[in-house]
């Protein structure tokens, strides 16, 4: 199926270079923000045509939580009545920011109830902001099989894995939530495990080098393990950031009724590091926590 | 230095290969077990002398535990009165095996205490019985500046990756606890993930392909994963082994009063594991534990 025009709702870090990459391939775009600036600022730079809201196939979401989403498609946030009530028929909403699974189903029936006639994608991505900019993202899609395929376009421009996880919004959300659930418990074992090395009085980058090269390496140990051993630098993703993706693990587990106590451990960490005052540190930071209950200086200077 | 001749005390699935592989490089072996049966088939095949216990420069040791370490240095099981009091002058202890930071600290004094003209190396290894065959084990070796250079001959007959970590022996076990804490921890992070994208209905391959390949992967979630997601099969590393080695890391963080959260979590999983009757069963199978939390079928047939 082709696809032509698209709207995009949420001018952010990843909703930005999405925009582009959709107006680099050729479709007509109609970028959208709660700050009307940002959007314009965008078709000035856009080298396509800015598409109308009634004549979109589709629209992609990329804002930060179900609150504006909701906000969005049903309030006056960024079009008179709310983009469902502008939508032409047929169009499909395909929500691409990370949410619970119980809010993103809940999203989905909320449309489905005043507009049986659009189609309702549930499509997280992985790939942060570099997989935005590249196309490179990792798309986690949900939905009935008609609605996913007239999607395939926009996926293959925006993604390079697309996986189908299921016939319901929601379980794009749930897959979204599993694989947080390993990255968040993997650093915070790459903290608790380099924190112990330090306590035993092991070079740190030592250690790191032997875990980095052994069965107990994950990638995040080696993407974030290098800045765990250095002093607080860049931030390439914050502490808050895992607050909420742990938090949306934890509700995600609640909802299932599933177990998920290494998930709950690595969440309390990252919560009690932000209500340290900590939360805007790179993720990295985390084994600052570590080492203040190991009774070790934060910073890492002294080594027991 | 050279070294010519070296006894091997325990001839295992670890210590056989070994043994064998310092056979292969030119050595005199003396191989010792506590069945000498299987030290008398290990010189039958031999290709090179049996060397005496009054001649050796090293004494490897690939044991279960530390008891039988203190037992073959200071009772009979070996040799008569212990194998400590037949070493020469100047010959280096090579302790090999698992166990706790503090066993390994005391079984070095203990020795010191009565022989202080011998050298100690507590050099714990990662790579299981096919780096023991290949000759390609990680090796974390903790001991004093001389006695490590007189090991680095051994080291590199039967290690690849060779880490000195500390100058005071236990950094060894240290090292190998921290090693264990990250490679327990991931494969309950697996299952746990695993497990939650089963009850979240979504299919487990394409949940495992997802996660595989995306910032959520380790090195266990790729080797185990995939045995996860199937029935149970081979026993490749069990339930059990992993029930002692993430004890040893708890004994390890209790002694260096570290804190392990996700250390304990993971070990009273496998621990319930074990005691529900299953520590036999290869360690991906520790996600059948999930599922029955979960209020799933162990086997995974029934996806939520």
Same mark, same amino acid.
């Given at each position: 199926?082709?696809? /032509?025009?698209?709207?995009?709702?949420?001018? @952010?870090?990843?909703?930005?270079?999405?925009?582009?990459?959709?107006?680099?391939?050729?479709?007509?775009?109609?970028?959208?923000?709660a700050?009307?600036?940002?959007?314009?600022?965008?078709?000035?730079?856009?080298?396509? $045509? /800015?598409a109308?809201?009634?004549?979109?196939?589709?629209?992609?979401?990329?804002?930060?939580?179900?609150?504006?989403?909701?906000?969005?498609?049903?309030?006056?946030?960024?079009?008179? =009545?709310?983009?469902?009530?502008?939508?032409?028929?047929?169009?499909?909403?395909?929500?691409?920011?990370?949410?619970?699974?119980?809010?993103?189903?809940?999203?989905?029936?909320?449309?489905?109830?005043?507009?049986?006639?659009? $189609?309702?994608?549930?499509?997280?991505?992985?790939g942060?902001?570099?997989?935005?900019?590249?196309?490179?993202?990792?798309?986690?899609?949900a @939905?009935?099989?008609?609605?996913?395929?007239?999607? $395939?376009?926009?996926?293959?421009?925006?993604?390079?894995?697309?996986?189908?996880? @299921?016939?319901?919004?929601?379980?794009?959300?749930?897959?979204?939530?599993?694989?947080?659930?390993?990255? =968040?418990? $993997?650093?915070?074992?790459?903290?608790?495990?380099?924190?112990?090395?330090?306590?035993?009085?092991?070079?740190?980058?030592?250690?790191?080098?032997?875990?980095?090269?052994?069965?107990?390496?994950?990638?995040?140990?080696?993407?974030?393990?290098?800045?765990?051993?250095?002093?607080?630098?860049?931030?390439t993703?914050?502490?808050?950031?895992?607050?909420?993706?742990?938090?949306?693990?934890?509700?995600?587990? =609640?909802s299932?009724?599933?177990?998920?106590?290494?998930?709950?451990?690595?969440?309390?960490l990252?919560?009690?590091?932000?209500?340290?005052?900590?939360?805007?540190?790179?993720?990295?930071?985390?084994?600052?926590?570590?080492?203040?209950?190991?009774?070790?200086?934060?910073?890492g =200077?002294?080594?027991?």
């Amino acid at each position: 199926m082709l696809m /032509k025009r698209v709207a995009v709702a949420g001018l @952010g870090a990843m909703g930005w270079p999405m925009a582009e990459n959709l107006d680099q391939a050729g479709l007509e775009v109609l970028a959208l923000d709660a700050l009307s600036e940002r959007a314009d600022a965008f078709h000035r730079q856009a080298s396509g $045509h /800015k598409a109308a809201i009634d004549s979109v196939e589709a629209l992609v979401i990329m804002v930060v939580n179900a609150a504006q989403i909701r906000a969005l498609l049903f309030s006056d946030v960024l079009v008179a =009545g709310g983009l469902v009530s502008q939508l032409p028929a047929d169009a499909c909403i395909v929500q691409m920011s990370t949410v619970a699974p119980a809010d993103a189903a809940a999203l989905a029936a909320e449309v489905a109830a005043v507009r049986p006639d659009l $189609h309702y994608v549930d499509a997280p991505v992985s790939g942060g902001v570099v997989g935005a900019k590249a196309g490179t993202l990792s798309i986690m899609a949900a @939905g009935e099989a008609p609605s996913l395929a007239r999607c $395939h376009v926009l996926f293959d421009i925006l993604g390079q894995a697309i996986f189908e996880v @299921g016939d319901r919004p929601g379980q794009g959300a749930a897959m979204k939530a599993v694989n947080q659930l390993l990255c =968040g418990v $993997h650093i915070a074992a790459a903290a608790e495990a380099l924190a112990l090395a330090e306590k035993s009085g092991i070079d740190r980058q030592v250690a790191l080098e032997l875990v980095q090269g052994s069965a107990a390496s994950s990638w995040m140990l080696r993407d974030r393990g290098p800045r765990m051993v250095a002093p607080p630098g860049e931030v390439t993703s914050a502490i808050d950031i895992f607050c909420k993706d742990l938090g949306i693990v934890c509700d995600a587990a =609640g909802s299932s009724r599933a177990y998920t106590p290494l998930a709950h451990s690595a969440h309390q960490l990252f919560v009690a590091t932000a209500e340290g005052g900590e939360g805007r540190l790179d993720d990295s930071q985390l084994i600052r926590t570590y080492r203040r209950l190991n009774g070790c200086d934060p910073e890492g =200077g002294t080594q027991a």
